[in-house]
């Protein structure tokens, strides 16, 4: 199983990015998925997730209004759209299969390689 997500890059403060997550060797159209992100010398944090069953999604208090999470028609590929970048969104991200609730998430079973956002004027 590996998930792998893409999509990162550089980009000015204001700008946007949107992130991908695929997986070979499972469907995620049947798994929950979270888009997690560490940043050099902090804890990772959970920023957003997918619930496959319902639709439920989360996102983090720092990230609503601006990041959205979503799947395309397959399900099978997760999306983080990310506006209104800040420095402070700079990390590596990665996408999971993860425990998706209204109000919390967490990871629970498979991690992707992550993808480097760098948010700098």
């Known amino acids: 199983v590996q998930l792998q997500a893409s999509g990162g890059g550089l980009v000015q403060p204001g700008g946007s990015l949107r992130l991908s997550c695929a997986a070979s060797g499972l469907s995620l159209a049947y798994y929950n998925v979270g888009w997690f992100r560490q940043a050099p010398g902090k804890e990772r944090e959970g920023v957003s997730c997918s619930s496959y069953s319902d639709g439920t999604t989360y996102y983090e208090d720092s990230v609503k209004g601006r990041f959205t999470i979503s799947r395309d028609k397959a399900k099978s590929t997760v999306f983080l759209q990310m506006n209104d970048l800040k420095p402070d969104d700079s990390a590596v991200y990665y996408c999971?299969?993860?425990?998706?609730?209204?109000?919390?998430?967490?990871?629970?079973?498979?991690w992707g390689q992550g993808t480097l956002v760098t948010v700098s004027s």
């Open positions: 999971a299969t993860a425990f998706c609730t209204f109000n919390g998430m967490g990871p629970r079973g498979y």
